[in-house]
């Protein structure tokens, strides 16, 4: 059983910036994030493997960038030039290969993002 540990939330303004950080007790394939707004379904964001392959929703290319410290198990989510619609909880999750809110084995508890205009 692998335990994830989100960090970094808060409240910004539109532009802004905001780095999440998502500890894991354990080494996995994957690591990434999902984010689930107020009236939403849970929606991929991010994903990077081992080998730092990464991949991206489309709404967020060229703002965010997902990062990994793999000695740490550890991964990052570095969200710039953020907007209103960013606002969310962003999950943490860890497994194999996921772009669906099925694909991961574990999650964490989450972190509130909050975009003012």
Do not use: H
């Not at 970094?8 to 007790?25: D, T």
């Not at 997902?66 to 907007?83: E, P, Y």
């Not at 999950?91 to 989450?110: E, H, I, L, R």
Request: positive net charge; glycine residues 12%; proline residues 3%.
């Amino acid at each position: 059983q692998v335990q994830l540990v989100e960090s970094g939330g808060g409240l910004v303004q539109a532009g802004g910036s905001l780095r999440l950080s998502c500890a894991a007790s354990g080494r996995t394939f994957s690591m990434g994030w999902f984010r689930q707004a107020p009236g939403k379904e849970r929606e991929f964001v991010a994903r990077i493997n081992l080998s730092g392959s990464t991949y991206y929703t489309d709404s967020v290319k060229g703002r965010f960038t997902i990062s990994r410290d793999n000695a740490k198990n550890t991964v990052f989510l570095q969200m710039n030039s953020l907007k209103p619609e960013d606002t969310a909880v962003y999950c943490c999750a860890a497994g194999m290969v996921f772009t669906t809110p099925t694909g991961p084995t574990y999650w964490g508890q989450g972190t509130q993002v909050t975009v003012s205009s």
